[in-house]
């Protein structure tokens, strides 16, 4: 189906005219980056802004960068570009694991990391690496910069912090220091263009340290401290894991949808839970990289 209503479309070559547009038009104006949520909701009229701004030519969206132990993604880079890049796959292998069960190779060379988040949906993938690495979302307006933090970017089911004025620019991730490895679970009904029916990622430090965060069981995607207090300063065990999968059902809230019964979700959260964690701490003492 076409776009059925009119709109002003901007395809600005700065940072500063896409702020000047946000400060200008506020709610009436929604950002296009990879469109493959956008265009989707304008087709079906879920929403018809006034004006559309398109961001993908801005060179300095464009960028991932490795400085002083900051990763930096640009609001244009896609999932296919973060599954070729020498960066990524030397530092952040998780993110290329996680990369890769996004939707097919055409939805990839589309759809960015970023819009992914600024959609929110519950299920988005990108959310639980960003949440274990601490990510900080950079934010700009015409009048402010600020940095938010992952674990406060999300504030609903496809509702952000983000203000009507403010764009992102990009998101930062801090290397850890310390020896680490990590692993994302995905439970998906097939591979290909379905969004995950669950999510788990796990980054294992060799201090018996662990960061634990789900998506698409609850309203927002989200860190598990409660396993995480649990499971620090412990050596993974059978017993460790069994304890560990009970506190978990206390801690997510899914639901019965056209994807997965409640049920199912909590059963499978417990698998993926345990895979997760062995396979995070394997790689961690020199299995598989990640
Ligand atoms: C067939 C199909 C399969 C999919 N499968 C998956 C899947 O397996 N896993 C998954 O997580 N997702 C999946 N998705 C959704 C995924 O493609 C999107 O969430 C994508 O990552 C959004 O990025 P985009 O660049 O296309 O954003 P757009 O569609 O351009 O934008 C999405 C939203 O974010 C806003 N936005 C974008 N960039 C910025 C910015 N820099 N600043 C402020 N606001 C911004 C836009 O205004 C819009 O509201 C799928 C989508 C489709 C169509």
């Keep these: 189906?076409?776009?059925?209503?009119?709109?002003?479309?901007?395809?600005?070559?700065?940072?500063?005219?896409?702020?000047?547009?946000?400060?200008?038009?506020?709610?009436?104006?929604?950002?296009?980056?990879?469109?493959?949520?956008?265009?989707?909701?304008?087709k079906d009229n879920i929403i018809a802004p006034d004006v559309v701004i398109d961001i993908k030519g801005i060179e300095a969206f464009h960028e991932i960068t490795f400085d002083e132990n900051i990763l930096f993604i640009g609001a244009c880079i896609t999932f296919s570009?973060?599954?070729?890049?020498?960066?990524?796959?030397?530092?952040?292998?998780?993110?290329?694991?996680?990369?890769?069960?996004?939707?097919?190779?055409?939805?990839?060379?589309?759809?960015?990391?970023?819009?992914?988040?600024?959609s929110?949906?519950?299920?988005?993938?990108?959310?639980?690496?960003?949440?274990?690495?601490d990510a900080d979302v950079i934010v700009r307006s015409a009048s402010k910069d600020r940095i938010v933090p992952i674990t406060e970017w999300f504030a609903g089911p496809?509702?952000?912090?983000?203000?009507?004025?403010?764009?992102?620019?990009?998101?930062?991730?801090h290397f850890p220091e310390r020896k680490h490895a990590g692993c994302y679970e995905r439970l998906g009904r097939y591979s290909g263009e379905?969004?995950?029916?669950?999510?788990?990622?796990?980054l294992a430090f060799d201090d018996d340290?662990?960061?634990?965060?789900?998506?698409?069981?609850?309203?927002?995607?989200?860190?598990?401290?409660?396993?995480?207090?649990?499971l620090n300063g412990k050596v993974i065990d059978q017993n460790v894991i069994q304890e560990a999968k009970?506190?978990?059902l206390n801690n997510i809230f899914p639901i019965s949808d056209v994807r997965a019964s409640k049920e199912y979700r909590e059963h499978m959260m417990g698998i993926m839970l345990e895979r997760g964690l062995m396979k995070a701490v394997s790689r961690l003492h020199g299995g598989e990289n990640a």
């Design 246 to 248: 009970q506190i978990m």
């Design 158 to 173: 496809k509702k952000t912090t983000l203000k009507s004025d403010e764009i992102v620019t990009g998101i930062a991730l």
């Design 209 to 230: 340290q662990y960061h634990v965060a789900c998506c698409a069981v609850g309203p927002i995607p989200k860190r598990l401290y409660h396993i995480e207090e649990f």
């Design 120 to 133: 929110a949906v519950p299920s988005a993938d990108s959310a639980p690496i960003l949440l274990v690495y």
């Design 81 to 118: 570009e973060l599954i070729e890049s020498e960066i990524i796959q030397r530092y952040f292998p998780l993110i290329k694991e996680m990369s890769l069960t996004v939707a097919s190779m055409g939805i990839r060379n589309r759809a960015t990391m970023i819009g992914n988040i600024c």
């Design 194 to 202: 379905d969004l995950a029916q669950a999510g788990i990622c796990i």
């Design 1 to 42: 189906m076409s776009i059925l209503h009119d709109f002003e479309y901007y395809n600005p070559r700065n940072i500063e005219e896409v702020l000047q547009l946000r400060a200008e038009y506020r709610d009436k104006t929604r950002i296009l980056a990879g469109g493959t949520d956008l265009v989707v909701q304008m």
